[in-house]
């Protein structure tokens, strides 16, 4: 019996590749098709990054204090109100919000490159905050693949932002990106959890 075993392991050795069918690669991480998994993921980066950027925006005031509302024409509009949240839907949800992310990281690099020696000093937390709003966008990408959702580009063409005009024209820009982003997180945050209940 022991030398037909034999026989038989010798056998199956000399055509590895028509009997063992290969395996995952080692090592090779195992990927969730959950979808609600995946929005769970983007709610814990979206919460983070809401704090990241609340706490940066109170590092500019106390740095940099400027009353008043700043704004900036190249920002995206708000999407979501109180009155809206029972109505959302979320594959304009997720179109929405990773378009209006683009434009603030876009905003987040331009800070940073014309921002000038004034906004030197937050360096390291504008770099903090770029790399996290990037991975909360690749997120937003993955989760957008699960569910089979087009990948919107942009309503409007991408306009070159120039220049801020003076010192004081780069902190109120940074205000004005800092307090949209902020808004924008805290109703992303609210919308997510709220079609989370209806996958």
């Not at 992310?101 to 937050?122: E, F, I």
């Not at 070159?160 to 024209?169: E, I, M, V, Y």
Request: with cysteine.
């Amino acid at each position: 019996m022991n030398c037909v075993c034999r026989l038989v392991l010798v056998v199956l050795s000399l055509w590895p590749d028509r009997v063992v069918a290969p395996g995952p690669p080692a090592g090779s991480p195992r990927v969730s098709s959950d979808p609600r998994a995946d929005l769970d993921s983007a709610v814990l980066l979206t919460r983070s990054l809401l704090a990241d950027t609340r706490q940066l925006a109170a590092q500019m005031r106390d740095k940099f204090p400027a009353d008043g509302d700043h704004s900036l024409d190249s920002l995206p509009t708000l999407a979501m109100s109180a009155g809206t949240l029972g109505s959302l839907q979320l594959p304009g949800v997720l179109t929405r919000l990773r378009v209006d992310l683009m434009s603030y990281l876009r905003h987040v690099q331009w800070l940073r490159r014309a921002g000038g020696p004034s906004l030197k000093t937050l360096e390291p937390e504008l770099g903090a905050l770029q790399a996290r709003l990037d991975r909360l966008l690749r997120r937003l990408q993955l989760l957008m693949s699960r569910l089979a959702l087009p990948q919107a580009a942009p309503d409007q063409p991408v306009i070159p932002l120039g220049p801020p005009a003076s010192a004081w024209g780069s902190i109120r820009a940074a205000h004005a990106i800092l307090g949209g982003l902020h808004l924008t997180l805290d109703w992303a945050v609210r919308g997510l959890l709220l079609l989370k209940t209806r996958l």
